[in-house]
């Protein structure tokens, strides 16, 4: 009987050490992820207008969407993957604070990768102009209501989204005239889009649907099993 006590009490404590444990270990891993999704720089990034001569046509919106394209490409360069955590990300934000109306653009990049970025930049865009802010710009009224909103895709997201190859209008210039419609003082708005990479099961999944259509398999009975 004593040697069953003896058992039982040892198994609980195992269980107790375990629950432990777990709970530390994750309890650590959330305050390092918030840790790491603090320690940021913001840049605020400007471009001078472009110079404008008789002999050279002014550039398509598509054009510069497209070198816009080698700079997420470079970007990807950001991405690290920390033990325990996941993978970073990085922030790039249109913001109109809640007294003035100039638009800002903003970049947020984890400390650690804020000289990679730097340098990508330059690269893509040699006449841009990268200020480090030491405080974040306020778009909130504080003696007023705050609203915000999140898009999520309507349909499968193996699906492609149209491209801007395929737009009819710069969607940067509809959202700017959006933003100029506010009150100079006390409205402000901001629209922030979050890079991260997919988890490495999305892209497992990615490739399989993709090696399926070379198949020559049908799209809709593939979607229905992604």
């Known amino acids: 009987m004593l040697v069953f006590l003896l058992w039982v009490t040892t198994g609980a404590l195992i269980l107790l050490i375990m629950a432990g444990g777990i709970w530390t270990f ?3 891993r959330k305050h390092a992820r918030l840790r ?30 497209a070198v816009m ?29 809640s007294i003035g109306e100039e638009l800002s653009f903003f970049v947020a990049v984890p400390q650690k990768r804020a000289r990679l970025f730097e340098k990508q930049l330059s690269s893509v865009f040699p006449d841009a102009r990268a200020e480090l802010k030491a405080e974040d710009y306020n778009i909130f009224n504080p003696a007023g ?10 349909k499968n997201p193996i699906l492609p989204l149209r491209t801007y190859a395929r737009l009819d209008a710069d969607p940067l210039e509809i959202i700017a005239n959006a933003f100029s419609k506010l ?14 990479p997919a988890p490495s099961s999305f892209r497992k ?3 399989h649907v993709t090696k ?13 099993e992604f």
Request: hydrophobic share 45%; no cysteine.
């Open 183 to 196: 009150n100079k003082e006390g409205e402000g708005a901001a629209l922030q889009m979050v890079l991260a």
């Open 36 to 65: 790491m999704e603090l320690d940021f720089a913001l840049y605020e990034v400007t471009l001078p207008p472009p110079a404008k001569s008789a002999e050279e046509k002014p550039a398509s919106f598509r054009e510069k969407i």
């Open 26 to 28: 994750r309890r650590a």
């Open 145 to 154: 209501a705050t609203t915000a909103g999140f898009l999520t895709l309507e």
């Open 69 to 97: 394209e080698q700079f997420y490409v470079g970007m990807t360069a950001l991405f690290e993957k920390r033990l325990f955590i996941g993978r970073t990300s990085y922030a790039v934000e249109i913001g109109l604070p």
């Open 205 to 207: 999944k990615l490739g």
């Open 212 to 224: 399926a259509l070379r198949a020559g398999k049908n799209i809709n009975r593939i979607l229905k």
